[in-house]
């Protein structure tokens, strides 16, 4: 069972380059999510998908793009990078009781971003 | 709006002495809060959640509406509890989950 799993785990890119980050899971989630940590900031939210077919936009979207391709599939784009995208990239998936409750995300191990 | 604070972002301390870590909450609704934990360089994983009543790794972590805080307390800090330790929130049928800036946790021997 490999949980969330993230690709690639490293990159480095010139600015205004563009790139996807890659999110799957595999425990029928519903709910799908793109954070990035900062030091000093926590995790923000970037995007998120509550269920397949929808997306919404988090705390701070600008510069990104997203896409829910399937149940499994969250992937999170990059048109023109900027150094100040410079991050740790988190995917991550959960999924709620039918009275709403939320037991916890499950993470990705990350992306490490760099933009020169 | 959701806000979660975590006043410490450094905490030291001598291995099996005590351990608290420091979470207040602002929210309108009903919250759920969780501890997330991140050993270095690793992904966040889990720690405890309010609903559960739990206790992991001897962790606990008692929400108290009163004070909007829900802090963490381990009675005797191991060498291996050193990480980064997140407080984080989410309202009642919301789906965004809300972090606190973190608190990096060193034990010394």
């Known amino acids: 069972n490999a949980g969330v799993t993230q690709t690639p785990k490293f990159q480095v890119l010139k600015t205004g380059q563009s790139m996807t980050l890659q999110c799957a899971q595999d425990m029928n989630h519903n709910s799908m999510y793109w954070y990035r940590q900062d030091p000093g900031m926590g995790l923000r939210l970037i995007y998120y998908?509550?269920?397949?077919?929808?997306?919404d936009k988090g705390e701070v979207p600008n510069g990104y793009n997203v896409s829910r391709l399937n149940k499994r599939e969250f992937s999170l784009r990059l048109e023109s990078a900027a150094p100040s995208q410079t991050s740790v990239y988190f995917c991550?998936?959960?999924?709620?009781?039918?009275?709403?409750?939320?037991?916890?995300?499950?993470f990705g191990s990350g992306t490490r971003l760099t933009v020169v | 709006a959701q806000r979660v604070t975590q006043p410490e972002k450094l905490l030291s301390v001598f291995k099996g002495a005590p351990v608290e870590l420091k979470c207040n909450y602002s929210?309108?609704?009903?919250?759920?809060l969780f501890w997330y934990v991140q050993y270095s360089r690793q992904r966040l994983q889990l720690l405890l959640r309010?609903?559960s009543r739990e206790s992991i790794k001897g962790f606990t972590a008692d929400l108290n509406k009163g004070e909007t805080s829900f802090h963490l307390k381990k009675p005797f800090a191991q060498e291996e509890d050193s990480a980064m330790y997140y407080c984080a929130l989410s309202g009642r049928g919301d789906y965004k989950l809300s972090f606190g800036a973190g608190t990096t946790v060193t034990v010394r021997a």
């Open positions: 991550a998936s959960s999924v709620r009781t039918g009275t709403g409750v939320n037991y916890g995300y499950t």
């Open positions: 998908s509550a269920s397949e077919g929808t997306t």
């Open positions: 929210y309108s609704g009903s919250p759920e």
């Open positions: 309010h609903i």
